[in-house]
């Protein structure tokens, strides 16, 4: 009885128009809220990502898939490294000699290692021939080397440790990310390429990154420690 009473009253207020509305909306949420619309738009979704990423790669074809060897070979990222070490670097000036004699040092061992096992990784062309666990298992392997390799020989030839750790802790966020982003480009099968190529060529783009956002940091590092280096040598300078 409340039931027709409500209708009737509703039907006075909105009229006929107004019920039809009402019940269309109803009708229209009930299928939201149920599984088989959910379903079907998910369905829906990867459809439109599917077309999406097949689109992105046609258009891809054209500019990345004629990669050749020499494409990998002389990357900008080699240019870039030779242009920082032996143009740039030798101009930086800090807030001291020390300091400036320091990340000088800091900077062109950590470029000149990045080239070096780069180099060694694109020379060998071993990964031409690896499947996607493989390559993405090398690839992280050079990233340790190059760390490991770099902040060896910077405490060998004197660097204070308080800069190379300061730099490290600066760079571990730089360097988890990246790892996330070659294991993603070696997992993606938007990557694949005869050769490997385009994996290579786009984790090259990343490293050139990584090197880029290192340099730029380097004189914040070193505005943050703060006495830590007071009263230290290197190359015959001294922090005052």
Not at 19 to 33: A, D, E, R
Not at 38 to 49: A, I
Not at 51 to 62: E, G, P, R, V
Not at 194 to 212: P, T
């Amino acid at each position: 009885m409340n039931s027709n009473l409500d209708i009737n009253k509703f039907l006075e207020l909105y009229g006929i128009k107004g019920l039809v509305f009402i019940v269309i909306l109803v009708t229209i949420t009930s299928i939201i809220k149920s599984d088989w619309f959910g379903k079907w738009l998910s369905k829906m979704s990867d459809k439109f990502v599917e077309k999406f990423m097949k689109n992105k790669t046609k258009n891809l074809d054209s500019q990345v898939r004629n990669l050749t060897d020499s494409d990998i070979s002389n990357h900008d990222i080699f240019n870039y490294i030779d242009f920082w070490m032996y143009s740039k670097i030798p101009t930086f000036q800090f807030s001291t000699e020390y300091r400036t004699a320091v990340f000088r040092k800091y900077l062109t061992i950590y470029l000149r290692n990045y080239k070096n096992n780069i180099s060694k990784f694109v020379t060998d062309k071993k990964y031409q021939e690896m499947d996607q666990a493989q390559i993405w298992t090398e690839l992280l392997s050079l990233i340790n080397t190059v760390v490991y390799d770099y902040e060896r020989e910077m405490l060998e030839v004197g660097l204070p440790k308080i800069v190379v750790d300061k730099m490290k802790l600066k760079n571990n966020d730089t360097i988890t990310l990246t790892i996330d982003l070659i294991e993603g480009i070696c997992n993606s099968q938007f990557y694949t390429s005869e050769k490997n190529l385009l994996k290579v060529y786009s984790i090259l783009n990343i490293l050139l990154s990584v090197l880029e956002n290192t340099i730029s940091h380097s004189e914040d590092v070193c505005d943050s420690i703060n006495g830590q280096l007071k009263g230290l040598t290197f190359e015959d300078k001294k922090e005052p």
